[in-house]
Structure formats: C-alpha cells, structure tokens
C-alpha cells in the first residue's frame, strides 16, 4: 500500500501514519521527522533547515525531493510506505510523480485530513513526543495511560518540538493554505482521493481512513 497523508500542522497525520504503519507493516516517511533528525546531527542541511524550520516557513523543494528520493529507494520501502507531510507544494508533488514513475509505482490513495483551525492550534501547542520511540501525545487531548512513561515503549523522556509554539503556529497554517491546500485539486482529479473528518476521536479517525483504504465507506 503506498499512500500520501496530507492536512495542515496538528490535523493528526503522524499519529495516523504510526496506527498504519502498525496495521500495514510498511513504513512512515515524514519529512518532518527526516528534517529533525539531521538538525539533532548537526549534518550540513541540518545546519542548512533550523532556522528556516523555526520559523515555521517550508524547506525549499530541492532538498525536500532529494530527501524523499534517496529513503524511497530502501528496501523496507518495496511493499509500501506512508507519506507523512510529503508532498507539500506543486513542485514536491510533480517531482513525487516523477520519482514513482521512474520506479514503475503508482499511490494508492492520497488521504486528506481536515480539523478545524481552532482546533489545530490547541493540538500543536500541546504536543509532545517520546525520546526513544517517537510516537505522539498531548497535554490533555492524548496522555499515556501512566503519567511519563510511554504506552509504546516504557521510555521517560520526551520532547517539545521547537516549532511547536503559538507564535510559529500562524506561519505555518500560512504555509499550508497557500502552498500545501493548492496541491490538493491536484489530487481529486487524478482520482483515489479521500477527505476524512480529523475532529474525532483518534481510532475513529483510524476507523474512516481504513474505510477508505479498504473501500469499504461511502
Ligand atoms: P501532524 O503530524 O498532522 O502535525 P500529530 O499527529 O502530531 O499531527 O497530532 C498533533 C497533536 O494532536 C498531537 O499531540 C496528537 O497527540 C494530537 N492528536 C492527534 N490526533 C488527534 C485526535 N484525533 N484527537 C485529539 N488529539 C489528537
Ligand atoms: P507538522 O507535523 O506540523 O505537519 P512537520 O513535522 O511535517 O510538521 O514539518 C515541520 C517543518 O519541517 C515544516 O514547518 C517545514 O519547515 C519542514 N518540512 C517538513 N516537510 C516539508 C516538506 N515536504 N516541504 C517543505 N518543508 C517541509
Ligand atoms: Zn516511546
């Protein structure tokens, strides 16, 4: 199954793609996650994205393209993967195109998550993540059943992402509605596009996109 995630900041794409990747035994791919480890590394486009990702603006599509490219030719990545905030402008989207064509794939399906914008904020500014594993909580929306310790894997450290603060949260819904939401007609015309009510419950939320998946709905 190869799949694209897309939904602006705090839509609840990488808690999504975690339940899929679990479900499907295939891979998440989120250039997020791509770009914050190379920062935590300190490797050249690490020292290249900081401040560009602090400040809540995109990465150009260069880097992004080559990113996705490279990881896309991994071996776990032959029965499938989840794109988890890839692709995020036009141009990502052609190049995504291109690199599936030249392999010989084609998506699945592309899934479309919508929150209200309220909503979106509270999640963002209220999230935080495991150290050891990465999987995803929230102060009061999604805690782990036992206060510090992760449901996943017992680890008792987490993080706040640096871009994950009020002030940052404006640019990027910016970002979203005026370089990633265009990306979208795009999609619904080409067919196995799917929009799916992000406000639920986060099994519910599972529950309408494996009916989508498993075309099962409608
Ligand atoms: P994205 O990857 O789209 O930015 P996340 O999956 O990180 O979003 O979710 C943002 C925050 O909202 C996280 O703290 C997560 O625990 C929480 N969250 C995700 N889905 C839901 C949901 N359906 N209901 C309530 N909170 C959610
Ligand atoms: P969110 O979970 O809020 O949707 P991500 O973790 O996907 O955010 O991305 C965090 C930041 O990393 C973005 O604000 C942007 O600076 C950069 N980024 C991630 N993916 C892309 C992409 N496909 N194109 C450009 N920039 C990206
Ligand atoms: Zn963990």
């Known amino acids: 199954m190869r799949l ?9 794409k990488g808690t999504q793609a975690q339940l899929l990747m679990k479900r499907y035994g295939i891979p998440q791919l989120s250039t997020g996650d791509m770009l914050r480890a190379s920062v935590k ?14 400040s809540g603006a995109l990465v150009p599509d260069d880097l992004i393209v080559r990113l996705i490219s490279d990881r896309l030719g991994d071996s776990d990545c032959l029965n499938g993967f989840i794109l988890d ?8 989207a052609t ?10 794939i084609s998506l699945d399906c592309v899934v479309s998550i919508t929150v209200d914008q309220r ?18 909580y929230h102060d009061t929306l999604n805690r782990p059943r036992v206060d510090g310790v992760c449901d996943a894997c017992g ?4 993080f ?21 939401a265009p990306i979208i007609p795009y999609y619904k015309e080409k067919g196995r596009f799917a929009e799916v009510n992000g406000m639920g419950e986060i099994d519910v939320v ?12 409608k």
């Open 95 to 104: 190049s995504l195109d291109q690199m599936l064509s030249d392999r010989g």
């Open 160 to 180: 706040r992402r640096e871009d994950d603060k009020a002030e940052t949260v404006v640019a990027r819904l910016t970002a979203y509605i005026q370089q990633t």
């Open 206 to 217: 599972q529950e309408l996109i494996v009916n989508d998946l498993e075309g099962r709905s």
């Open 155 to 158: 680890g008792k450290e987490f």
């Open 41 to 54: 590394a300190g490797t050249p486009l690490g020292v290249e994205v900081k401040s560009i990702m602090e």
């Open 119 to 136: 909503a979106l904020v509270d999640r963002i500014v209220g999230r935080f993540t495991c150290k050891s594993c990465g999987i995803g």
């Open 85 to 92: 905030g890839f692709p995020r402008t036009e141009a990502q």
């Open 4 to 12: 694209i995630l897309l939904g602006p900041p705090g839509a609840g």
